[in-house]
Nanobody, 125 residues
């Protein structure tokens, strides 16, 4: 059974930074692309960032490009989201997602099959 567990959420002031982590278990982490999504109150869940199985391909939503960085440590079965220059509009529940297909080459083609429980991120103005 695949499990994804996020951590690192919290409250931060505008302009500040936060780093999210997501640890995977239940399958060979290094074979699968991973991603981050978020959902703000009253809005649909939206894509934030993705990384392919090797870490050689990353892909970002325009709204976070240049501010957020996705990375992975396959030895620790963990994917990270470093968030810098944060804005109040980044406030949302952030979800980790695992690809349903192995060895996806391009991060932009991530097709989530597994989801974490979410972690709240709040950016105050």
């Amino acid at each position: 059974q695949v499990q994804l567990v996020e951590s690192g959420g919290g409250l931060v002031q505008a302009g500040g930074s936060l780093k999210l982590s997501c640890t995977s278990s239940g399958r060979t982490f290094s074979n699968y692309a991973m991603g981050w999504f978020r959902q703000a109150p009253g809005k649909e869940r939206e894509f934030v960032a993705a990384i392919n199985w090797s870490g050689g391909s990353t892909y970002y939503a325009d709204s976070v490009k240049g501010r957020f960085t996705i990375s992975r440590d396959n030895a620790k079965s963990t994917v990270y989201l470093q968030m810098n220059s944060m804005k109040p509009e980044d406030t949302a529940v952030y979800y980790c997602a695992g690809d349903g297909r192995s060895y996806t080459l391009r991060a932009s083609t991530l097709s989530p099959l597994y989801w974490g429980q979410g972690t709240q991120v709040t950016v105050s103005s």
